[in-house]
């Protein structure tokens, strides 16, 4: 059984690739030719380069396919918002057709739950409205469901939609990498009073959920929310890395009105000086941090068989294993490119 995973280069992507192998499966993994270009594949991955919107290259990809997981996306929420149209609406579109096309049995759209707004001010489902937040990536990942919901009922297009809570795990370097870091420096900021949940997903537990999502006939036309419905507190996460770390947790706060304020301010600011770099605090993050997000996965538990393995206890020690290994071999790379002399 062949299953193509987009975006496999990535953080999910490569977690679900590497499940799919554990699994006996036959994972054929799109990757993009020129952004991932160092990237290796793992031993019995049939690995294809295309860019999303090469018709002919993607079709190619999709021969023989009975899965297609969805992964590649652009993430983040800060850059042109045409670049995030042409990857997650119109590129969404186009690997959706070809999957048709090729006759895919089931087609498995990883969105986000940011299609609810980072902050849902208690709890959600997947019957809770959609909601944009002021930023292309939130907006993009909206229009993408939009769009998948016109074509399950006006063309019956196979399609299951997962909503991944907020990944985390080994490999991520968007965000966990980044905390631990600023844990250890000393610079991270509790975002509120910190007694506010966030919706936690670790990565492998994830990968399963759209492992699930991709067998159970019952899936088709679906939406699942994805994540670890264990009640945990910023507080808590951030201090579990701390303790990890063997450092202390986070002592500094902003209030999480006038980081909001302080986030529209520098976006702003940003926008009107044409920067192309990210402004230092956005209001993408500090909801994420600070809002109350708690998430119900009572349908994928009862649909899918969905069962979050992975604590955020555990979660955060593998995590920390991880970016310990990650700085320890950048070390050594610096250390082993210090005294090398170039010829030119």
Same mark, same amino acid.
């Given at each position: %059984?062949?299953?193509?995973?987009?975006?496999?280069?990535?953080?999910?992507?490569?977690?679900?690739?590497?499940?799919?192998?554990?699994?006996?499966?036959?994972?054929?993994?799109?990757?993009?030719?020129?952004?991932?270009?160092?990237?290796?594949?793992?031993?019995?991955? @049939?690995?294809?380069?295309?860019? $999303?919107?090469?018709?002919?290259?993607?079709?190619?990809?999709?021969?023989?396919?009975?899965? *297609?997981?969805?992964?590649?996306?652009?993430?983040?929420?800060? !850059?042109?918002?045409?670049?995030?149209?042409?990857?997650? =609406?119109?590129?969404?579109?186009?690997?959706?057709?070809?999957?048709?096309?090729?006759? =895919?049995?089931?087609?498995?759209?990883?969105?986000?739950? &940011?299609?609810?707004?980072? @902050?849902?001010?208690?709890?959600?489902?997947?019957?809770?409205?959609?909601?944009?937040? #002021?930023?292309?990536?939130?907006?993009?990942? =909206?229009?993408?469901?939009?769009?998948?919901?016109?074509? /399950?009922? @006006?063309?019956?297009? #196979?399609? &299951?939609?997962?909503?991944? +809570?907020?990944?985390?795990?080994?490999?991520?370097?968007?965000?966990?990498?980044?905390?631990?870091? %600023? /844990?250890?420096?000393?610079?991270?900021?509790?975002?509120?009073?910190?007694?506010?949940? $966030?919706?936690?997903?670790? *990565?492998?537990?994830?990968?399963? !959920?759209?492992?699930?999502?991709?067998?159970?006939?019952?899936?088709?036309?679906? *939406?699942?929310?994805?994540?670890?419905?264990?009640?945990? &507190?910023?507080?808590?996460?951030?201090?579990?890395?701390?303790?990890?770390?063997?450092?202390? #947790?986070?002592?500094?706060?902003?209030?999480?009105? =006038? +980081?909001?304020?302080?986030?529209?301010?520098?976006?702003?600011?940003?926008?009107?000086?044409?920067?192309?770099?990210?402004?230092? *605090?956005?209001?993408?993050?500090?909801?994420?941090?600070?809002?109350?997000?708690?998430?119900?996965?009572?349908?994928?538990?009862?649909?899918?068989?969905?069962?979050?393995?992975? !604590?955020?206890?555990?979660?955060?020690?593998? !995590? $920390?294993?991880?970016?310990?290994?990650?700085?320890?071999?950048?070390?050594?790379?610096?250390?082993?490119?210090?005294?090398?002399?170039? %010829?030119?």
């Amino acid at each position: %059984m062949t299953d193509l995973v987009t975006g496999a280069a990535g953080f999910l992507g490569s977690h679900l690739t590497a499940l799919l192998l554990a699994r006996g499966r036959q994972p054929r993994a799109l990757i993009h030719p020129v952004r991932d270009a160092g990237w290796e594949a793992l031993p019995g991955v @049939d690995v294809h380069r295309a860019d $999303i919107a090469d018709g002919a290259a993607v079709a190619s990809a999709m021969a023989g396919v009975d899965c *297609v997981f969805h992964c590649a996306a652009r993430t983040g929420p800060w !850059g042109p918002p045409a670049e995030y149209r042409r990857v997650n =609406v119109a590129g969404l579109e186009s690997m959706v057709r070809a999957a048709m096309a090729a006759g =895919v049995r089931r087609f498995v759209h990883v969105s986000s739950i &940011t299609v609810h707004g980072n @902050d849902v001010h208690g709890a959600a489902d997947e019957e809770s409205p959609l909601r944009c937040e #002021p930023n292309p990536y939130s907006q993009s990942k =909206v229009a993408g469901e939009l769009l998948l919901r016109r074509m /399950i009922k @006006d063309e019956a297009a #196979p399609v &299951t939609i997962v909503r991944p +809570g907020w990944i985390y795990g080994p490999g991520d370097t968007a965000s966990f990498g980044r905390f631990a870091t %600023m /844990i250890t420096n000393g610079q991270m900021i509790v975002v509120g009073a910190g007694q506010n949940h $966030i919706p936690l997903a670790y *990565v492998d537990d994830v990968a399963e !959920g759209m492992l699930l999502a991709g067998q159970a006939w019952q899936a088709a036309s679906r *939406v699942y929310l994805l994540l670890n419905d264990e009640p945990v &507190t910023q507080r808590e996460f951030l201090a579990a890395i701390a303790a990890e770390l063997g450092v202390a #947790p986070p002592a500094r706060r902003i209030p999480y009105r =006038v +980081g909001l304020i302080a986030g529209g301010v520098a976006e702003t600011t940003w926008k009107l000086t044409g920067r192309e770099q990210a402004p230092p *605090v956005m209001r993408y993050g500090l909801r994420l941090l600070g809002g109350e997000n708690r998430f119900s996965i009572g349908r994928a538990r009862c649909e899918l068989g969905f069962s979050p393995a992975i !604590g955020y206890a555990e979660g955060v020690r593998r !995590g $920390i294993a991880w970016y310990r290994e990650a700085r320890a071999g950048a070390r050594q790379d610096d250390g082993n490119t210090a005294g090398t002399v170039i %010829m030119t």
